[in-house]
């Protein structure tokens, strides 16, 4: 299962970072390695103005990424118009690796969009509980604040649903941002 770091849980600085894992930056500029590096956008649920996803484009790919995390992506039908009008603007711009997260299942529509999709965000309990409804083996799962003592657990259950790629961590989101998708501390 390749492994990927959302901002909020950084590698330790002992990792031999290789082709199975992403690291998500929430900034461009500095970085660890030029290895498997993608730029986060932050897709705000489908409100923001596609002028100011595209700027956010051209600045990741000014930065040297090999890819996207279109993160709080909307899960939705009414959302793949511009979801899809993005990655079609990103592979003319040389970005073609993006990782779609709505943290939760999507449309059957954004299937048709030829990108990873992470199916699950949210904490490890409420992924405990989650019966993966919608999600499909190869989707991604980004699971947070897991005791350290269930980390192993947690990875195990990530393989017995057939996540592709995604992470589990005892870090936590620093932003309140993730707070109401699936899975939230508040659902």
């Not at 993608?38 to 100011?52: C, N, Q």
């Not at 992506?73 to 009008?85: D, N, Q, T």
């Not at 603007?89 to 939760?104: D, S």
């Not at 904490?123 to 190869?138: E, F, I, L, V």
Request: proline residues 7%; charged residues 20%.
């Amino acid at each position: 299962m390749k492994t990927l770091f959302p901002p909020y849980a950084h590698p330790s600085p002992e990792l031999a970072l290789d082709a199975e894992t992403w690291i998500v930056r929430d900034l461009p500029g500095e970085r660890r390695s030029l290895h498997q590096s993608l730029g986060r956008i932050d897709l705000d649920w489908g409100s923001r103005s596609l002028a100011d996803v595209l700027a956010d484009v051209d600045v990741w790919r000014a930065d040297g990424v090999e890819g996207l995390f279109l993160d709080r992506a909307p899960a939705g039908s009414g959302g793949v118009g511009p979801v899809a009008l993005t990655l079609r603007l990103a592979a003319r711009r040389g970005l073609h690796r993006v990782v779609l997260n709505p943290g939760v299942p999507t449309h059957p529509l954004y299937r048709d969009l030829g990108v990873r999709i992470c199916t699950f965000e949210g904490p490890w309990t409420a992924y405990q509980n989650w019966d993966g409804d919608g999600s499909r083996p190869g989707d991604g799962h980004i699971v947070h604040g897991v005791p350290v003592a269930l980390l192993t657990a947690a990875r195990r259950l990530m393989g017995r649903r057939k996540a592709g790629f995604g992470l589990a961590t005892d870090a936590k989101p620093y932003v309140s941002a993730y707070a109401g998708g699936a899975g939230s501390e508040d659902s």
